[in-house]
Protein backbone atom coordinates (compact mmCIF):
# COMPACT_ATOMS: atom_id res chain seq x y z
CA UNK A 1 0.00 0.00 0.00
CA UNK A 2 0.90 2.91 -0.71
CA UNK A 3 1.15 6.23 2.05
CA UNK A 4 0.36 9.43 0.63
CA UNK A 5 1.23 12.56 3.29
CA UNK A 6 -0.95 15.15 2.26
CA UNK A 7 -1.53 19.29 3.34
CA UNK A 8 -4.59 19.86 5.16
CA UNK A 9 -6.67 21.43 2.14
CA UNK A 10 -10.25 21.41 1.72
CA UNK A 11 -9.98 18.68 -0.89
CA UNK A 12 -7.24 16.53 0.54
CA UNK A 13 -9.96 16.61 3.66
CA UNK A 14 -12.80 15.95 1.74
CA UNK A 15 -10.46 12.43 0.36
CA UNK A 16 -9.72 11.47 3.70
CA UNK A 17 -13.29 11.61 5.09
CA UNK A 18 -14.63 9.47 2.00
CA UNK A 19 -11.61 7.32 3.43
CA UNK A 20 -12.90 7.00 6.59
CA UNK A 21 -16.45 6.35 5.71
CA UNK A 22 -14.96 3.21 3.56
CA UNK A 23 -13.85 1.82 6.46
CA UNK A 24 -10.29 2.74 5.93
CA UNK A 25 -7.43 4.43 7.88
CA UNK A 26 -6.32 8.23 7.99
CA UNK A 27 -3.42 9.56 10.30
CA UNK A 28 -4.50 13.20 11.35
CA UNK A 29 -3.46 15.97 13.61
CA UNK A 30 -4.39 17.29 16.56
CA UNK A 31 -3.14 19.26 19.42
CA UNK A 32 -2.31 16.65 21.50
CA UNK A 33 -0.34 14.12 18.99
CA UNK A 34 -1.10 12.60 15.78
CA UNK A 35 -4.21 9.80 15.76
CA UNK A 36 -4.57 6.84 14.04
CA UNK A 37 -8.53 7.56 12.68
CA UNK A 38 -10.93 5.04 11.76
CA UNK A 39 -15.33 5.32 11.64
CA UNK A 40 -16.13 5.10 15.20
CA UNK A 41 -19.28 2.95 14.00
CA UNK A 42 -17.99 0.52 11.85
CA UNK A 43 -16.18 -2.53 14.35
CA UNK A 44 -14.29 -3.85 11.03
CA UNK A 45 -12.83 -0.15 10.77
CA UNK A 46 -11.91 -0.17 14.42
CA UNK A 47 -10.46 -3.84 14.16
CA UNK A 48 -7.96 -2.20 11.40
CA UNK A 49 -6.60 0.17 13.49
CA UNK A 50 -5.63 -3.03 15.86
CA UNK A 51 -4.08 -4.53 13.10
CA UNK A 52 -1.82 -1.23 11.48
CA UNK A 53 -0.47 -1.02 15.28
CA UNK A 54 -0.20 -4.22 16.89
CA UNK A 55 -2.38 -3.01 19.25
CA UNK A 56 -4.07 -5.66 22.34
CA UNK A 57 -7.41 -5.15 21.34
CA UNK A 58 -8.50 -4.63 24.75
CA UNK A 59 -6.93 -1.39 24.93
CA UNK A 60 -9.96 0.70 24.25
CA UNK A 61 -9.74 3.57 21.70
CA UNK A 62 -10.49 7.34 22.55
CA UNK A 63 -14.03 8.85 19.73
CA UNK A 64 -13.17 11.62 18.67
CA UNK A 65 -16.52 13.85 17.79
CA UNK A 66 -17.10 17.92 16.59
CA UNK A 67 -19.33 19.09 19.53
CA UNK A 68 -20.80 18.73 22.65
CA UNK A 69 -24.25 17.57 21.26
CA UNK A 70 -22.32 15.15 18.96
CA UNK A 71 -21.25 13.05 21.48
CA UNK A 72 -25.34 11.69 22.54
CA UNK A 73 -24.40 9.52 18.92
CA UNK A 74 -21.57 7.38 21.30
CA UNK A 75 -22.50 8.33 25.25
CA UNK A 76 -26.17 7.02 26.69
CA UNK A 77 -26.64 9.83 28.92
CA UNK A 78 -24.33 12.56 29.10
CA UNK A 79 -24.15 13.67 33.07
CA UNK A 80 -24.57 17.47 34.09
CA UNK A 81 -20.31 17.33 35.53
CA UNK A 82 -19.76 16.14 31.98
CA UNK A 83 -21.11 19.39 30.32
CA UNK A 84 -19.95 21.81 32.84
CA UNK A 85 -16.16 20.28 31.90
CA UNK A 86 -17.04 20.18 28.41
CA UNK A 87 -17.95 23.87 28.94
CA UNK A 88 -14.74 24.86 30.18
CA UNK A 89 -12.46 22.65 28.66
CA UNK A 90 -13.46 21.69 24.92
CA UNK A 91 -12.46 21.19 22.52
CA UNK A 92 -8.89 20.76 24.04
CA UNK A 93 -6.97 18.27 25.55
CA UNK A 94 -9.56 16.45 27.69
CA UNK A 95 -11.40 12.79 27.27
CA UNK A 96 -14.36 12.00 29.18
CA UNK A 97 -15.43 8.30 29.99
CA UNK A 98 -19.33 7.85 29.65
CA UNK A 99 -21.23 4.61 29.59
CA UNK A 100 -21.70 3.99 25.86
CA UNK A 101 -24.57 3.37 23.31
CA UNK A 102 -24.84 -0.09 22.16
CA UNK A 103 -24.19 1.18 18.70
CA UNK A 104 -20.37 1.57 19.52
CA UNK A 105 -18.84 -1.48 18.52
CA UNK A 106 -16.74 -3.33 21.46
CA UNK A 107 -13.88 -3.51 19.25
CA UNK A 108 -14.39 0.58 19.91
CA UNK A 109 -13.99 0.02 23.55
CA UNK A 110 -12.44 -2.88 24.51
CA UNK A 111 -15.26 -5.03 25.29
CA UNK A 112 -16.40 -2.42 27.89
CA UNK A 113 -19.73 -0.72 28.69
CA UNK A 114 -18.31 2.60 28.99
CA UNK A 115 -16.61 4.76 25.58
CA UNK A 116 -13.92 7.55 25.84
CA UNK A 117 -15.08 10.99 24.33
CA UNK A 118 -13.06 13.93 23.29
CA UNK A 119 -13.37 16.95 21.49
CA UNK A 120 -9.93 18.21 19.55
CA UNK A 121 -9.08 21.73 19.40
CA UNK A 122 -7.05 21.06 16.07
CA UNK A 123 -8.99 22.26 12.88
CA UNK A 124 -7.75 19.75 10.62
CA UNK A 125 -8.84 16.62 12.87
CA UNK A 126 -12.55 18.69 13.38
CA UNK A 127 -12.68 19.29 9.41
CA UNK A 128 -11.94 15.92 9.23
CA UNK A 129 -14.67 14.32 11.32
CA UNK A 130 -17.13 16.54 9.84
CA UNK A 131 -16.02 15.27 6.23
CA UNK A 132 -15.97 12.03 7.47
CA UNK A 133 -19.90 12.90 8.74
CA UNK A 134 -19.62 10.06 11.69
CA UNK A 135 -17.74 9.87 14.62
CA UNK A 136 -13.80 8.83 14.50
CA UNK A 137 -12.05 6.61 17.05
CA UNK A 138 -8.25 7.55 17.10
CA UNK A 139 -5.23 6.73 19.24
CA UNK A 140 -2.06 7.59 18.54
CA UNK A 141 -0.61 6.83 15.15
CA UNK A 142 2.59 4.86 15.88
CA UNK A 143 3.61 1.52 16.70
CA UNK A 144 1.86 0.02 19.73
CA UNK A 145 4.43 0.77 22.60
CA UNK A 146 6.70 3.10 20.63
CA UNK A 147 6.81 6.82 21.08
CA UNK A 148 3.61 8.85 20.18
CA UNK A 149 3.83 10.63 17.34
CA UNK A 150 4.25 14.45 16.87
CA UNK A 151 4.49 15.28 13.70
CA UNK A 152 3.69 13.32 10.48
CA UNK A 153 7.32 12.14 9.38
CA UNK A 154 6.87 9.87 12.64
CA UNK A 155 3.91 8.99 11.36
CA UNK A 156 5.43 8.01 8.36
CA UNK A 157 8.54 5.99 10.40
CA UNK A 158 5.51 3.40 12.00
CA UNK A 159 2.77 3.25 9.18
CA UNK A 160 4.42 3.71 5.95
CA UNK A 161 2.80 0.73 3.76
CA UNK A 162 0.29 0.37 6.28
CA UNK A 163 -2.66 3.33 5.73
CA UNK A 164 -3.14 4.98 2.42
CA UNK A 165 -3.53 8.83 4.11
CA UNK A 166 -1.75 10.82 6.47
CA UNK A 167 -2.55 14.39 6.65
CA UNK A 168 0.34 16.57 7.73
CA UNK A 169 -0.54 19.99 10.18
CA UNK A 170 2.88 20.56 11.50
CA UNK A 171 3.90 19.64 14.88
CA UNK A 172 1.65 18.74 17.46
CA UNK A 173 0.94 21.86 20.20
CA UNK A 174 0.73 20.36 23.38
CA UNK A 175 2.65 16.96 22.11
CA UNK A 176 1.53 14.99 25.10
CA UNK A 177 -1.74 12.93 25.68
CA UNK A 178 -5.23 13.56 26.22
CA UNK A 179 -6.05 13.64 30.25
CA UNK A 180 -8.71 11.18 31.20
CA UNK A 181 -11.59 11.46 33.27
CA UNK A 182 -13.90 8.67 34.02
CA UNK A 183 -17.51 10.25 34.94
CA UNK A 184 -19.27 7.04 35.33
CA UNK A 185 -18.90 6.66 39.47
CA UNK A 186 -19.96 9.38 41.92
CA UNK A 187 -16.69 10.96 42.28
CA UNK A 188 -14.94 11.46 39.48
CA UNK A 189 -11.87 9.27 38.73
CA UNK A 190 -8.39 10.48 36.55
CA UNK A 191 -7.67 7.46 34.61
CA UNK A 192 -4.48 8.85 33.19
CA UNK A 193 -2.77 12.36 33.47
CA UNK A 194 -2.15 14.41 30.14
CA UNK A 195 -2.16 17.98 28.40
CA UNK A 196 -4.75 19.36 30.45
CA UNK A 197 -3.50 19.47 34.42
CA UNK A 198 -5.67 17.76 36.65
CA UNK A 199 -5.44 20.90 39.03
CA UNK A 200 -7.97 22.87 36.40
CA UNK A 201 -10.13 20.23 36.58
CA UNK A 202 -10.05 20.29 40.38
CA UNK A 203 -11.61 23.77 39.99
CA UNK A 204 -14.59 22.50 38.37
CA UNK A 205 -15.55 19.06 39.76
CA UNK A 206 -14.21 18.84 43.31
CA UNK A 207 -12.50 15.80 44.69
CA UNK A 208 -11.20 13.52 42.33
CA UNK A 209 -9.46 9.44 42.63
CA UNK A 210 -6.72 8.83 40.85
CA UNK A 211 -6.89 5.65 39.30
CA UNK A 212 -3.01 4.15 39.53
CA UNK A 213 -3.40 0.52 38.84
CA UNK A 214 -5.96 -1.99 36.81
CA UNK A 215 -5.96 -5.42 35.81
CA UNK A 216 -8.27 -4.37 32.78
CA UNK A 217 -7.80 -1.09 30.76
CA UNK A 218 -9.81 1.06 31.36
CA UNK A 219 -9.00 3.74 28.85
CA UNK A 220 -5.37 3.74 26.68
CA UNK A 221 -2.06 4.18 28.23
CA UNK A 222 -3.23 2.42 31.11
CA UNK A 223 -2.39 -1.70 31.40
CA UNK A 224 0.50 -2.10 28.93
CA UNK A 225 4.13 -0.51 28.38
CA UNK A 226 3.59 2.25 26.66
CA UNK A 227 6.14 5.74 24.70
CA UNK A 228 8.98 3.14 24.97
CA UNK A 229 12.18 4.07 22.27
CA UNK A 230 14.90 1.29 21.03
CA UNK A 231 16.87 2.53 23.86
CA UNK A 232 17.04 1.57 27.23
CA UNK A 233 15.35 4.55 29.62
CA UNK A 234 16.07 5.65 33.01
CA UNK A 235 14.87 8.83 34.85
CA UNK A 236 15.59 10.10 37.78
CA UNK A 237 13.53 11.12 40.74
CA UNK A 238 13.24 14.99 41.40
CA UNK A 239 15.62 16.27 44.25
CA UNK A 240 18.68 18.99 44.49
CA UNK A 241 21.51 16.67 44.23
CA UNK A 242 19.27 14.67 40.68
CA UNK A 243 22.19 16.24 38.37
CA UNK A 244 25.02 15.28 40.29
CA UNK A 245 23.12 11.41 40.28
CA UNK A 246 21.81 11.24 36.58
CA UNK A 247 25.57 11.87 35.83
CA UNK A 248 27.36 9.55 37.62
CA UNK A 249 24.66 7.06 36.14
CA UNK A 250 25.91 8.85 32.80
CA UNK A 251 29.72 7.38 33.54
CA UNK A 252 28.65 3.95 34.88
CA UNK A 253 26.97 3.35 31.57
CA UNK A 254 29.83 4.60 29.81
CA UNK A 255 32.24 2.12 32.13
CA UNK A 256 30.29 -0.61 30.74
CA UNK A 257 30.98 0.49 26.76
CA UNK A 258 27.48 1.75 26.60
CA UNK A 259 26.60 4.77 24.46
CA UNK A 260 24.30 6.74 26.76
CA UNK A 261 22.58 10.85 26.25
CA UNK A 262 20.89 12.53 29.30
CA UNK A 263 17.59 14.65 28.10
CA UNK A 264 17.68 17.90 30.28
CA UNK A 265 16.43 21.28 30.69
CA UNK A 266 17.97 23.86 28.73
CA UNK A 267 19.36 25.23 31.73
CA UNK A 268 20.73 22.20 33.24
CA UNK A 269 22.94 21.07 30.32
CA UNK A 270 26.13 22.71 31.92
CA UNK A 271 26.00 20.71 34.77
CA UNK A 272 26.65 17.81 32.62
CA UNK A 273 29.93 19.01 30.93
CA UNK A 274 30.97 17.26 28.07
CA UNK A 275 28.42 14.11 28.51
CA UNK A 276 26.05 14.15 25.47
CA UNK A 277 22.58 15.75 26.29
CA UNK A 278 19.62 16.17 24.19
CA UNK A 279 17.94 19.34 25.47
CA UNK A 280 14.01 19.54 26.52
CA UNK A 281 13.36 23.24 26.33
CA UNK A 282 13.74 25.86 28.61
CA UNK A 283 10.19 25.08 30.64
CA UNK A 284 8.53 21.76 31.79
CA UNK A 285 5.49 22.67 29.22
CA UNK A 286 8.34 22.49 26.79
CA UNK A 287 9.90 19.14 28.24
CA UNK A 288 6.41 17.37 27.71
CA UNK A 289 5.97 19.27 24.03
CA UNK A 290 8.86 17.73 22.94
CA UNK A 291 9.41 14.13 25.30
CA UNK A 292 8.08 11.60 22.31
CA UNK A 293 10.07 13.48 19.79
CA UNK A 294 13.55 13.20 21.49
CA UNK A 295 13.25 10.17 22.62
CA UNK A 296 12.97 9.10 18.87
CA UNK A 297 15.83 11.68 18.50
CA UNK A 298 17.69 9.25 20.77
CA UNK A 299 17.00 6.18 18.55
CA UNK A 300 17.71 8.02 15.50
CA UNK A 301 21.32 9.19 16.91
CA UNK A 302 22.16 5.67 17.67
CA UNK A 303 22.35 6.20 21.82
CA UNK A 304 21.79 2.96 24.07
CA UNK A 305 20.60 4.16 26.85
CA UNK A 306 18.65 7.59 27.68
CA UNK A 307 18.32 9.21 31.18
CA UNK A 308 15.86 11.41 31.39
CA UNK A 309 15.51 14.67 34.23
CA UNK A 310 12.96 14.09 36.97
CA UNK A 311 9.69 16.35 37.24
CA UNK A 312 8.20 18.12 40.36
CA UNK A 313 4.44 16.45 40.53
CA UNK A 314 2.28 18.90 39.95
CA UNK A 315 0.93 20.48 37.02
CA UNK A 316 2.20 19.14 33.89
CA UNK A 317 4.93 17.34 35.51
CA UNK A 318 2.21 14.85 36.53
CA UNK A 319 1.74 14.14 32.89
CA UNK A 320 5.35 13.79 32.41
CA UNK A 321 6.22 11.05 35.31
CA UNK A 322 3.51 8.90 33.73
CA UNK A 323 4.93 9.36 30.01
CA UNK A 324 8.62 8.37 31.63
CA UNK A 325 7.21 5.62 34.01
CA UNK A 326 5.87 4.02 30.61
CA UNK A 327 8.41 4.45 28.86
CA UNK A 328 11.29 2.75 31.38
CA UNK A 329 8.77 0.08 32.26
CA UNK A 330 9.50 2.29 35.67
CA UNK A 331 13.02 1.67 36.03
CA UNK A 332 13.76 5.09 38.31
CA UNK A 333 17.33 6.45 39.65
Keep these: METKVLKPTVENIRICGEAIRRGELVAFPTETVYGLGADAMQKDAAKNIYAAKGRPSDNPLIVHVDSIGAMSAVVEKIPPVALRLAARFMPGPLTLVMKKKAAVPDEVTGG?????????????????????????????????????PTTASHVLEDMKGKIPYILDGGACKIGIESTVIDLTRETPRLLRPGGLPVEKIKEVVGEIEVVTNASVALCPGMKYKHYAPKAEVFFSAYYDKMTDTIADWYDKIVSRGGKPVIMCLDENAEKYGKRDVITTGASYDDYAHNLFADLRLADERGYGYIIAEGVPDSGIGNSLINRLIKSSGGRII
Design 112 to 148: LDTVAVRIPLSRTALALIRAADSPICAPSANTSGAPS
